[in-house]
T-cell receptor, first 113, second 117 residues
Framework: TQLLEQSPQFLSIQEGENLTVYCNSSSVFSSLQWYRQEPGEGPVLLVTVVTGGEVKKLKRLTFQFGDARKDSSLHITAAQPGDTGLYLCAGAPSGGSNYKLTFGKGTLLTVNP | GAVVSQHPSRVICKSGTSVKIECRSLDFQATTMFWYRQFPKQSLMLMATSNEGSKATYEQGVEKDKFLINHASLTLSTLTVTSAHPEDSSFYIC?????????????FGSGTRLTVV
């Protein structure tokens, strides 16, 4: 069973601060996805990282995939209240025909104005 | 982009009745769909994998007779909560995997808030 350890679970910061969320595993993933979810809505895909060592940027968000494809991080620069939400990482299995995503436990981010 | 429509978005039902939730891929075909359950401020918990034309695969601890899944076509999967009880109240979310995409082609529905009274 593949597991993804996501930390921190809760994060409350002031507007303008920076933050990093981590997802770690002992398993290798073919890709890793980051989602943002607002209350009462389904998760919305932010980014997918596929190549080990890959770095992707989405405005103030920077995503990194570890060289060994076992871990990933999400860094937000100058957080804004609109960034508030539940952030989820999810890994897609490596090899085989099992397409189940493995989800981290999520990071509930609150950005206070 | 790929869109998954989930219906209804909210439903309130009486204890003992059954509720059906639909998950449709609107602009792509999905051999495989997934059903999740989510508690407040927590991550998604996979309930079952829905496979078109065959039986669903349930995760450990999920009652297959209570949560009936039907995936009759390449664009529609349904989850029926049978004989619902208050403890079944939750947020249910489906996702679909785009057959034509890479392994990371997953799209989520907007979820269904089920309240059993």
């Amino acid at each position: 069973t593949q597991l993804l350890e996501q930390s921190p679970q809760f994060l409350s910061i002031q507007e303008g601060e920076n933050l990093t969320v981590y997802c770690n595993s002992s398993s290798v993933f073919s890709s890793l996805q980051w989602y943002r979810q607002e209350p009462g809505e389904g998760p919305v895909l932010l980014v997918t990282v596929v190549t080990g060592g890959e770095v992707k940027k989405l405005k103030r968000l920077t995503f990194q995939f570890g060289d060994a494809r076992k871990d990933s991080s999400l860094h937000i620069t100058a957080a804004q209240p609109g960034d508030t939400g539940l952030y989820l990482c999810a890994g897609a299995p490596s090899g085989g025909s099992n397409y189940k995503l493995t989800f981290g436990k999520g990071t509930l981010l609150t950005v206070n104005p | 982009g790929a869109v998954v429509s989930q219906h209804p978005s909210r439903v309130i039902c009486k204890s003992g009745t059954s509720v059906k939730i639909e998950c449709r891929s609107l602009d792509f075909q999905a051999t495989t769909m997934f059903w999740y359950r989510q508690f407040p401020k927590q991550s998604l918990m996979l309930m079952a994998t829905s496979n078109e034309g065959s039986k669903a695969t349930y995760e450990q601890g999920v009652e297959k007779d209570k949560f009936l899944i039907n995936h009759a076509s390449l664009t529609l999967s349904t989850l029926t909560v049978t004989s619902a009880h208050p403890e079944d109240s939750s947020f249910y979310i489906c996702s679909a995997r785009d057959n034509t995409g890479a392994l990371y082609g997953y799209t989520f529905g907007s979820g269904t808030r089920l309240t059993v009274v």
